[in-house]
């Protein structure tokens, strides 16, 4: 931790700054990401990312992977999207087996 910020008013909770490294791409990556989900910062972004994780701790760092795969392969081609129909479709015929 490298200092402490008090919040203005003494409604808001304490805060602490932190300083935590990344690549710079991965700073790429989240700069993007930021702007482009209408966050006002980067700290903004991350404090939500944050909170979002320890929230949802049922989401594991093994199941974030095989969203990522996922999405990869969604988006380079190796993998086609599948309509509520045929979903629909697949669980009529399992059902009728």
């Not at 710079?24 to 990401?33: G, N, S």
């Not at 049922?58 to 969604?74: C, V």
């Amino acid at each position: 931790m490298s200092g402490t910020d008090t919040a203005n008013g003494g409604d808001e909770p304490e805060t602490v700054q932190i300083n935590l490294r990344v690549s710079k791409a991965f700073l790429e990556d989240i700069d993007q990401t930021w702007k482009r989900h209408g966050f006002n910062s980067r700290s903004e972004f991350l404090r939500y990312a944050a909170r979002d994780a320890i929230k949802h701790p049922e989401f594991s760092r093994e199941g974030w992977k095989q969203i990522a795969a996922s999405e990869h392969e969604l988006r380079t081609g190796a993998e086609e999207l599948v309509s509520r129909e045929d979903v629909l479709e697949l669980m009529a015929t399992e059902d009728d087996e």
